[in-house]
């Protein structure tokens, strides 16, 4: 059976790093962008790294584009935006695309193991499901993401076990990363 384990994906370098690397660890996969709205989730993205990466927590950074042109920067600038503004440790790799033809395989396998369920409920939930999905019209069936900050909770045998879109609240996400890693000791 497949897992995050099975694939490779680029540093900032463009060197490539197997997710092998980070076996027996929770990951949370996140694709990011420096210009969107959500931005302000790498100050409790960083929070949680600080405070959970001794028991076992990786937080796997994916700058992407793909959304209303939100991360517009090189690797470097993107990088040093993060450092400087939310002070981010957590690894940061290689800017990818995350839907369409040349999606990452990553990512792809990600949405596939853990489908878009929607938004959730509300007038805002709702305005950002006509937006992303006029965004992603365009990916047709490759339209994995539907938006920045959609998060993949990975366990320690490398099986993905929620998704957390970008509108879910940054509690509820601690709270599950908090749960598996006390659950998987």
Known sequence: MK????FTVKDRAGKDVSLSEYAG???LIVNTATGCGFTPHYEPLEAMYKDLKEKGFEILDFPCNQFANQAPGS???IHEFCTLKFGTEF???KKIDVNGEGADPLFAYLATEKPFAGFGKGLKNAMMNKFANANNKKFGDKAY???N???FL???DGKVV???EPTVDMKEVRAAVEALLEESK
Request: net charge neutral; hydrophobic share 40%; glycine share 0%.
């Open 145 to 147: 993401v539907k938006w």
């Open 75 to 77: 690797e470097d600038e």
């Open 154 to 156: 990975v366990d320690r």
């Open 149 to 151: 900050f959609t998060k």
């Open 91 to 93: 690894p940061q790799f």
């Open 3 to 6: 897992t995050v384990y099975d």
């Open 25 to 27: 660890k929770v990951l």
């Open 162 to 164: 929620a998704r957390f």
